[in-house]
């Protein structure tokens, strides 16, 4: 093999060579200039921004913000229960499902209920509470607020009940209205449910949070997590 036949071998095998080092990354390059095309698409076919936002928050109705137990939550209303089990407050589809106040509760009602799944394994949603349930609470772990617009409603923590609304005569905590002989009964049952290890009567007066998530899975036993509201602020504009 003559001088000019090796030279030319070898700046042939050399440039293999570089194509092999080269190659994972220009392959790389090639499937982000594709990327960068689709995204390109999505953006100018408007699909990308309603993958992102599908609906908004119409029903935005507060945040839950609760320091001591680090959860910060929306809260949502519609006129559908069953909708945001399985939906954001953006309306993008999840298991986790958002915080939301019953279609029948009114700001009005002497107590409010909310409704929100306890997400196993993950400190989502309304299982953050749960940690409510050991032997001892702190007087913070009690106290949260929920933000509407620009008022902030104080509430503190009253009791945690159980109760299985797969059996017949279960009393009904989710009543907008208890008086009378009815608030007695609330508070007798109440007595007999409670699983924390705090416990406060309920008094003509006041406003309730009752707060309604699943024990488990498959059964049909509800933590009810039930607070007082103590102060509601309203900022300067309002005044």
Do not use: W
């Not at 913070?140 to 059996?167: P, Q, V």
């Not at 009543?175 to 416990?199: K, M, P, V, W």
């Amino acid at each position: 093999m003559n001088r000019k036949a090796f030279l030319k071998l070898g700046s042939g095998l050399l440039f293999a060579g570089c194509l092999f080092r080269l190659y994972p990354y220009g392959r790389a390059e090639i499937r982000h200039m594709k990327i960068r095309k689709e995204l390109q698409h999505l953006q100018e076919t408007g699909t990308l921004s309603e993958q992102k936002e599908p609906a908004g928050c119409a029903g935005l109705a507060g945040i839950l913000e609760y320091e001591s137990l680090h959860m910060r939550e929306e809260i949502v209303q519609g006129n559908d229960d069953s909708y945001y089990l399985t939906h954001l407050c953006d309306g993008t589809y999840s298991e986790k499902g958002t915080l939301f106040f019953s279609s029948r509760s009114s700001e009005e009602d002497m107590n409010r209920v909310l409704y929100g799944h306890h997400v196993f394994f993950e400190q989502t949603r309304m299982t953050p509470l749960f940690e409510l349930l050991d032997d001892t609470v702190s007087e913070d772990e009690l106290c949260f607020s929920i933000t509407a617009g620009d008022h902030e409603t104080s509430y503190r923590m009253i009791a945690a009940a159980e109760a299985d609304y797969g059996e017949e005569g279960a009393f009904d905590y989710t009543a907008g209205e208890y008086t009378g002989a009815e608030l007695e009964e609330y508070n007798r049952h109440l007595q007999e449910d409670c699983i924390s290890c705090f416990r406060e009567e309920v008094k003509e007066g006041d406003r309730l949070l009752t707060m309604v998530t699943c024990r488990d899975m498959d059964s049909s036993v509800r933590i009810l997590f039930i607070a007082r509201e103590t102060e509601k602020k309203i900022s300067a504009e309002d005044i």
